[in-house]
């Protein structure tokens, strides 16, 4: 391997450091029970810090990204790994201000907004190091969101929360994750201006083309593809949230599962979210992204609505996190990718920042979730909710199919 190939795999690993620090939230789960149990909070409350940090993180991709485009992956994923070490570590105080409004403050706002600053410095200098199989190397990178539940989630249920507290957990999640960023920034860099892998041609059917033109982020706001993209993503990724929060209280609450057990529920998910994107963008090279995406999401939408009849024992749980896990990977290895083939690599950070926005559209299902809830004692009309979004999500990408020819 010469020293650009391993400089290039180097950046891949880097962003993979930097989306496993973003996607511990995602084993928030196996917190909401400890959290209700120890302070008399209600499920929605436990639930909301979730909910507040994929808001914040989604938000806080627009100026993470654009300082990104300015000052460089280095600079922002330092400032990041502050932030994140900051909302985590401030968190794990929640023992002396044991209120819900804390831990939105810290784990939501605080993390929200160092896990959008660092997950901005993933897919923009991947993609510029791998104009040759662009989707494949941005969901390796990206595949680290989805396995940090893998791990984290079980490991919190079954060894952290009963031996730590919730306090330590956060206090230990903290130091941690700011070390990896710490590694992750030493990493990362841009390739030097117009490089190419030596002897590759771009061939023009593929993503590897590239955009005609780079799009500024004003033109892509006045883009009606731009659009399109943007709800379809936010529509998709509702379901995808919403089971990351609530498997671990639908399979204790309603099916009567162990802690381990229904956490390990979030784990299959995660597995699925993780290691399927790969899968996704080595078959968005080879088959076309939109087409990957339809397929997938029309396939996430049957789960949903029907995952009242499907989740009634342990095995049938874990099929149904699983397809929904395959659905989120899709969505989250794919659009960063496409945003780079139809709007241009220059101005990546914000633009794909912009579309990342549809994520806080997304954020509000697990709350929603909760408190449907704890009104109703049922979680079937918010799955039932979350399909419908899928469906609708699919049939926007279909859209870019027949009338962009995507």
């Keep these: 391997m010469n020293k650009h190939e391993w400089t290039r795999w180097s950046v891949v690993l880097a962003g993979f450091v930097l989306a496993f620090v973003a996607g511990v939230a995602y084993a928030w789960g196996p917190m909401v029970l400890p959290l209700v149990e120890r302070f008399g909070w209600s499920t929605a409350e436990a639930a909301m810090p979730f909910t507040i940090f994929f808001l914040v993180f989604a938000l806080f991709m627009v100026p993470a990204g654009r300082l990104q485009d300015t000052i460089g992956p280095q600079k922002t994923c330092l400032l990041g790994a502050v932030l994140i070490f900051l909302g985590f570590g401030l968190a794990a105080m929640v023992s002396r201000l044991p209120y819900p409004w804390w831990l939105f403050l810290t784990y939501g706002f605080t993390g ?29 990178a990206v595949m680290g969101v989805g396995l940090a539940g893998t791990v984290v989630a079980p490991i919190k249920a079954n060894s952290m929360i009963p031996a730590l507290g919730i306090e330590g957990t956060l206090l230990i999640i903290a130091v941690i994750s700011f070390a990896m960023c710490l590694m992750a920034a030493w990493l990362l860099r841009n390739p030097a201006e117009g490089w190419r892998p030596a002897g590759w041609v771009a061939k023009a059917t593929t993503s590897q083309a590239g955009a005609k033109k780079h799009y500024t982020p004003s033109e892509l706001l006045r883009s009606p593809v731009f659009w399109i993209m943007w709800l379809a993503f936010g529509s998709v990724i509702a379901g995808g949230m919403l089971c990351a929060a609530l498997i671990p209280p639908f399979g204790r609450l309603v099916m009567g599962l162990t802690p381990v057990e229904a956490a390990s529920a979030v784990a299959v998910f995660s ?27 029309l396939l996430q939408a049957v789960t949903l609505v029907l995952f009242h009849l499907i989740a009634v024992n342990l095995v049938t749980l874990y099929l149904a996190a699983a397809l929904v896990g395959w659905g989120l990977a899709v969505v989250l290895a794919t659009f960063p990718a496409l945003t780079a083939t139809v709007f241009g690599t220059k101005h990546l950070g914000v633009n794909y920042g912009l579309v990342f926005t549809g994520l806080a559209f997304g954020a509000f299902m697990p709350a929603v979730g909760a408190a449907v809830y704890d009104a109703t004692g049922s979680f079937t009309p918010a799955f039932l909710g979350a399909g419908a979004l899928a469906l609708f999500g699919a049939l926007l990408c279909s859209t870019l199919t027949w009338k962009y020819k995507m």
């Design 271 to 297: 597995g699925f979210n993780g290691f399927g994107r790969p899968v996704a963008g080595y078959l968005s090279d080879k088959f076309g992204v939109v087409r990957v995406m339809v397929a997938s999401f």
């Design 112 to 140: 929200g907004m160092g896990a959008g600053t660092i997950y901005a410095c993933v897919a923009p200098p991947v993609r510029k190091w791998f104009p040759d199989i662009p989707a494949f190397a941005i969901s390796c």
